[in-house]
């Protein structure tokens, strides 16, 4: 076609910015058509290979901090709670490996974190609740499938366990413009501002100790672009907050107007 015309487009993905040259100026520019669909196509396919490697990379974690607990119960000769527990654990993997989708409501995440907090209390009994404050016309968004457990096992074992103490786990969500916010705050050891500078530093990089949270937050910028990710903020004796910052998508596929979601 001739330069400057914008009958035929081509579109470069780069992360989440979208570069749209016409045709003009790609033959302007001496750019190879093909070599920019290659590209494009083994930026894809890497971003993919990532994602399905940080999913493998979760559900490992959970499966094992659980079973040791089974083990701590068997030795210490709690079978019946052992068994108790191994039941609500299968019954949450069924849950899960059952939702083939990589996004699910945020209903059903709710239900997945629901049987993961049953599987807990087979080790901690009432020495933990769970409060979930979120609007009932959230509940139809869609989420990351996964998303919320990590950052709720998270809390227990590096806010309440430490604490030592009977403690609260609180998850809440509401919406503001086209993003969606979904906080979990305890309130238990949490940390001083040298330890939470350094876990804010640290976050979303290779450095972080916090597997579950850490893989969490690669998982949402690598879904939805650097824009979304976590804010944590905490107090030394006081609790943590860990605030989930995500795309308000109100249908499977269909993002909030506005939004580079996709």
Known sequence: ???????????????????IKTAGEIEEQGIDWKTMMLQFAAEEQKRLAELEFLQAQINPHFIYNTLFSVKCLVSLGENDTAERMLENFTAMLRTILG????????????????????VL???YGDEI???????EDLLKQRVLK???QPIVENSIFH??????SKGHVVVRAWERGARLYLSVEDDGAGMDCNRLKEVQ????????TMVGINNTVKRIKLHFGAQYGVEISSEKDVGTKVVLILPSIKAEGQAAKGDGAY
């Open 159 to 164: 806010g309440l366990e430490p604490a030592g």
């Open 201 to 208: 530093g640290t976050i979303g990089s290779d450095n972080s």
């Open 121 to 123: 209390q087979c080790k």
């Open 146 to 148: 996964f998303v919320l």
């Open 99 to 118: 939702q083939k989708d990589e996004m699910i409501s945020l209903q059903e995440e709710l239900v997945i974190l629901h049987q993961y907090f049953v």
């Open 1 to 19: 076609g001739k330069k400057g015309k914008n009958a035929r487009l081509a579109v470069k993905l780069t992360g989440m910015r979208i570069d």
């Open 129 to 135: 609740l769970l409060d979930v404050d979120i609007p």
